[in-house]
């Protein structure tokens, strides 16, 4: 396929995805965000979600917190190498994805270990330790995603202090590997799209220039 036709197919692709999302609010994502996290626990106190909801509802809140920091983390990527531009969507993605690891360690904190030995499983399972320290890293991002503190910290203080989306995704995968017993392909598989999305994001060209110089 000659350059000239990929070009006049990405023009037919993308073009009209990125006048779609200019469009588009961001304020839905907040306002339908919390419907999947209500629906979950509706499931759970009917009786939908079997003999252990709260392992279930657990595990959910865990899968939709990585599906939704993985989203964030496409958007520079999709950007880059297509020119799908979703870029203002990103703060209401990472703001919807601490209220989802919050649910997350709220549900196993209050009906899962019911406040019981919480310190003791922290330093215990690394896993737990793990999935605690991405939520405390989450906590200045998710405090600073505001124009306030943009101006307050100033543009390029407030990227390095962002640039903590990209371990929080990492001890993320990591916490779900350790967690689950015995080999699984799912947590492997999240791992390896997160690995290919932190490489996706890396500027390739500059570095083979340097290394060659």
């Known amino acids: 396929m000659s350059t000239m036709t990929m070009q006049r197919l990405k023009d037919m692709t993308v073009a009209p995805i990125n006048r779609a999302a200019r469009k588009l609010p961001t304020w839905p994502i907040y306002a339908l965000s919390p419907l999947p996290i209500a629906w979950l626990y509706y499931e759970g106190i009917?009786?939908?979600?079997?003999?252990?909801?709260?392992?279930?509802?657990?595990?959910?809140?865990?899968?939709?917190?990585?599906?939704?920091?993985?989203?964030?983390?496409?958007?520079?990527?999709?950007?880059?190498?297509?020119?799908?531009?979703l870029v203002k969507f990103r703060r209401a993605i990472g703001v919807t994805a601490f209220v989802y690891v919050l649910a997350h360690l709220?549900?196993?904190?209050?009906?899962?270990?019911?406040?019981?030995?919480?310190?003791?499983d922290i330093v215990k399972r690394p896993y737990i330790t793990l999935g605690m320290a991405a939520f405390a890293l989450m906590i200045p991002l998710t405090l600073t995603s505001n124009n306030w503190s943009v101006r307050a910290m100033g543009a390029s203080a407030w990227r390095k202090l962002h640039k903590a989306?990209?371990?929080?995704?990492?001890?993320?995968?990591?916490?779900?590997?350790?967690?689950?017993?015995?080999?699984?392909?799912?947590?492997?598989?999240?791992?390896?799209?997160?690995?290919?999305?932190?490489?996706?994001?890396?500027?390739?060209?500059?570095?083979?220039?340097?290394?060659?110089?």
Do not use: C, M
């Open 46 to 85: 009917t009786g939908g979600l079997g003999v252990d909801p709260t392992k279930t509802i657990e595990h959910q809140l865990g899968l939709w917190s990585l599906w939704i920091l993985i989203a964030g983390l496409a958007i520079t990527p999709l950007r880059d190498h297509l020119g799908i531009n």
């Open 106 to 120: 709220l549900t196993w904190l209050v009906l899962d270990v019911q406040f019981q030995n919480v310190w003791a």
């Open 165 to 213: 989306t990209y371990l929080v995704l990492i001890l993320g995968a990591v916490h779900w590997l350790l967690l689950v017993k015995g080999f699984q392909w799912e947590p492997i598989i999240y791992a390896g799209v997160i690995a290919a999305l932190l490489l996706a994001r890396v500027k390739w060209r500059p570095l083979v220039r340097r290394a060659l110089t």
